[in-house]
Each structure stands twice: as structure tokens, then as C-alpha cells.
């Protein structure tokens, strides 16, 4: 089975700094795809950024970024230039693209991220 | 587009009472998903389904079931409901073609058993 884990269930970064958060996951399949998801005070899930697994190239997403690390099943995220609007929940999810469960995210217990003025 | 919209957004419940929650999307997505929020677990997946017509457990489907009558429509009804069962739902929809985006998610419903 597939297993997501957040080590940090906190963080805080001051306005304009950078700050990196973690995820590792565990699988034996070779093809999938990570994804983060932001969830502010609202509630709603956005995505932030998504990486294919047979890609080596870290995703970028304007500030943010990813360091995927296939061997080491590890997949942070990096934010940089801070916003207030960044504070929130973050979620790392994994997914199969493929077989009974094809679609299904499997999510991690969330890092919540305050950013300091 | 609407895209992917959830009834209602709050609801409370007495235990042993039953309620439906009413899943609807817009964008002709093949797939749709039910999870369940609860403080310091993430989402878990309840039910999911690949199609019109057919539904399949997750990872915490006691106490819930599901239907897809309609292609564009996915429910989850709660028979008897519990106080466990309090918690923040949300409903996600892709399309079979283009999963490395992600799935689209509902803006949630909160519910609360007493």
C-alpha cells in the first residue's frame, strides 16, 4: 500500500524568505505522480503544483518549486518570496494513474504554514 | 463552468439520523471521489467511481454509501449517522484522460452529529 508522510505538522517564515517543506512517500510502482495542494482558511483544495514521476525536471510553478528525489522517494516543496496569502494547509498526495484505484489521491497529514510579517 | 459544487455547505445532524450530500460537475469527468477531512488525518478517500453506474470503497467507506445514477451527479448518503462521522466532506471529479492534473474539488461541506 501506499503510504504519504509530513513530517512537520508546523511551520512558520517571514514574509519574503523562503521556506521548504517535506514529503516522502512509499510505493513500488515506477509510474505515478505527486501533487501539492494549498487549502487556506476558505477551505477549498487548489492545486500548487504537480510532478510526473517518470519526469526528472522539478516542476516550477512561478515561486514555487519541488525537489523530486525518485530514488529517495522524497518530494519537498519549496516557496519562495513568502506572501501572507501563502499561509495555509499544505497537502502532499500521491496517485496511480492506473488499475482499480486509477485517480485516487492518497494525501499526507498536512504541514500548516504561517507566514510572519 | 460551475465546475464542481457541493449541497449543502453545512449541515448538523442528530446520531441515528440520515442525510444525502449531493456531489454535481460540469466538465463530463468520468471519475468522481468522496473524501472525508478530519483534524491532524488528511483526506482519506471514502468511495470513488470510474463511471455511470459503477461505485467502489476507499480506504474508510463503513457507514457510507453511494450512488451514480447520472454521470454528472455523485451521492453519499448516510443511513444512521454517528458522532465519528462529524467531520469536513469533500467531493473531487477527473477526467480518465488527464489525471496527472489532479482532480477538481468541491468547496466542502461541513457536518456536524450530536
Known amino acids: 500500500a501506499q503510504t504519504v508522510t509530513q513530517s512537520q505538522p508546523e511551520m512558520s517564515v517571514q514574509e519574503a524568505e523562503t521556506v521548504t517543506l517535506s514529503c516522502t512517500y512509499d510505493?513500488?510502482?515506477?509510474?505515478?505522480?505527486l501533487f501539492w495542494y494549498k487549502q487556506p482558511p476558505s477551505r477549498q483544495m487548489i492545486l500548487v503544483i504537480r510532478?510526473?514521476?517518470?519526469?526528472?525536471q522539478n516542476a516550477t510553478e512561478n515561486r514555487f518549486s519541488v525537489n523530486f528525489q525518485k530514488a529517495a522517494k522524497s518530494f519537498s516543496l519549496k516557496i519562495s518570496d513568502s506572501q501572507l496569502g501563502d499561509t495555509a494547509m499544505y497537502f502532499c498526495?500521491?496517485?496511480?494513474?492506473?488499475?482499480?484505484?486509477?485517480?485516487?489521491?492518497?494525501f499526507g497529514k498536512g504541514t500548516k504554514l504561517s507566514v510572519k510579517p | 463552468n460551475a465546475g464542481v459544487t457541493q449541497t449543502p455547505k453545512f449541515r448538523v445532524l442528530k446520531t441515528g439520523q440520515s442525510m444525502t450530500l449531493l456531489c454535481a460537475q460540469d466538465?463530463?469527468?468520468?471519475?468522481m471521489y468522496w473524501y472525508r477531512q478530519d483534524p491532524g488525518m488528511g483526506l482519506r478517500l471514502i468511495h470513488y467511481?470510474?463511471?455511470?453506474?459503477?461505485?467502489a470503497k476507499g480506504e474508510v467507506p463503513d457507514g457510507y454509501n453511494v450512488s451514480r445514477l447520472k454521470k454528472q451527479n455523485f451521492l453519499l448518503g448516510l443511513e444512521s449517522a454517528a458522532p465519528s462521522q462529524t467531520s469536513v466532506y469533500f467531493c473531487?471529479?477527473?477526467?480518465?484522460?488527464?489525471?496527472?492534473?489532479?482532480?477538481?474539488f468541491g468547496p466542502g461541506t461541513r457536518l456536524t452529529v450530536t
Open positions: 473531487a471529479s477527473s477526467y480518465s484522460g488527464v489525471l496527472k492534473h489532479g482532480p477538481y
Open positions: 510505493t513500488s510502482e515506477s509510474n505515478y505522480y
Open positions: 510532478q510526473e514521476a517518470y519526469k526528472q
Open positions: 498526495a500521491f496517485m496511480i494513474p492506473y488499475g482499480g484505484s486509477q485517480g485516487n489521491l492518497i
Open positions: 466538465m463530463n469527468h468520468e471519475y
Open positions: 467511481s470510474v463511471g455511470e453506474g459503477t461505485t
